[in-house]
Nanobody
């Protein structure tokens, strides 16, 4: 059974940093795209960053230059380093892994709150 477990969320002041981790278990995902979505209260879920098995990364414009996604395929783990956090980054952050047929595995989410 595949499971994704996120950690690293919390409360931080504006300008601060957090590092999210996502550990996947139940299969090897070294070739799969992994990434992070977020959903703020009252808003739709949006893709924040993704990383392919070969290391190619993609970011939403609002976080480019502040967030860095990385992965350790040997550990089936993805990371999201978030620097210069802003109140508008407040959201529940969800880890995902692409699977066949356009589907995704999802974690349960970790809350990031940035105070002004």
């Amino acid at each position: 059974q595949v499971q994704l477990v996120e950690s690293g969320g919390g409360l931080v002041q504006s300008g601060g940093s957090l590092r999210l981790s996502c550990v996947a278990s139940g299969s090897s995902f070294s070739r799969n795209v992994m990434g992070w979505y977020r959903q703020a209260q009252g808003k739709e879920r949006e893709l924040v960053a993704s990383i392919a098995g070969g290391g190619f990364t993609n970011y939403v414009d609002s976080v480019r230059g502040r967030f860095t996604i990385s992965r350790d395929s040997a550990k089936n783990t993805a990371y999201l380093q978030m620097n210069s956090l802003k109140p508008e980054d407040t959201a529940v952050y969800y880890c995902y892994v692409n699977r066949d047929f356009g589907l995704k595995y999802w974690g349960k989410g970790t809350l990031v709150t940035v105070s002004s």
